[in-house]
């Protein structure tokens, strides 16, 4: 079963700066990794999938890379409304086990 | 613009079961994958199950495995989730989710949940 770590757990930023976020695999994933955010009593949103393919209206902001095991999420020019959880997912293998990280909260000061 | 719809949600007893529906619109839903996905208050993600859009293959993960039943009826562009057994720890929003392809490409789209809450 594949598990995901996701790091850091909790991440405070000012606007304008920038993230970066992290996700390992403890097992080859190829680029079968998806990040979703998730704001407060809101569903989560898929932001990158493929590892660096941006979703559907998704703003440039976002970027993913990485491949294999480990992978970057990073969003630039940190904005009020980017406060939110953060979870990388994996799609390599299903059924996927826990297929989610335990997510990095992102908290914009 | 695709939409998810959940319902069925409710206040159960420990040992009964339940039923989820979702509503599903904007898209052809009969081309698509289809998942369950749930988060327990103040938890993380956990994925429950998913089905191939033809309904020929279904996945659970082993904490639901012998109790609940994913479904679909691609005619009526719904999915379904039957919870038997229920537990304490199934308490949670429960999400429907389209995934990206028809067999198993990963989630995209979510509904906003239904909650379940597992109580004597």
């Known amino acids: 079963e594949i598990v995901m770590t996701q790091s850091p757990a909790t991440l405070s930023m000012s606007p304008g700066e920038r993230a970066t976020l992290s996700c390992r695999a403890s097992?080859?994933?190829?680029?079968?990794l998806a990040w979703f955010q998730q704001k407060p009593g809101q569903a989560p949103r898929l932001l990158i999938y493929?590892?660096?393919t941006r979703a559907t209206g998704i703003p440039a902001r976002f970027s993913g890379s990485g491949s294999g095991t480990e992978f970057i999420l990073t969003i630039s020019s940190l904005q009020s409304g980017d406060s939110a959880l953060y979870y990388c997912q994996q799609y390599n293998n299903w059924p996927p086990g826990d297929t989610f990280g335990q997510g990095t909260r992102l908290e914009i000061k | 613009e695709m939409q998810l719809v959940e319902s069925g949600g409710g206040l159960v007893q420990p040992g009964r079961s339940l039923r989820l529906s979702c509503a599903a619109s904007?898209?052809?839903?009969?081309?698509?994958?289809m998942h369950w996905v749930r988060q327990a208050p103040g938890k993380g993600l956990e994925w429950v199950s998913g089905i191939t859009w033809n309904s020929g293959n279904t996945f659970y993960a082993d904490s639901v495995k012998g109790r609940f039943t994913i479904s679909r009826d691609n005619a009526k562009n719904s999915l379904f989730l039957q919870m038997n057994s229920l537990r304490a720890e199934d308490m949670a929003l429960y999400y429907c989710?389209?995934?990206?392809?028809?067999?198993?490409?990963?989630?995209?789209?979510w509904g906003q949940g239904t909650m379940v809450t597992v109580s004597a």
């Open positions: 097992q080859f994933i190829n680029t079968n």
């Open positions: 493929g590892a660096s």
């Open positions: 989710v389209k995934d990206r392809g028809s067999y198993l490409d990963g989630f995209e789209v």
């Open positions: 904007g898209f052809t839903f009969a081309d698509y994958a």
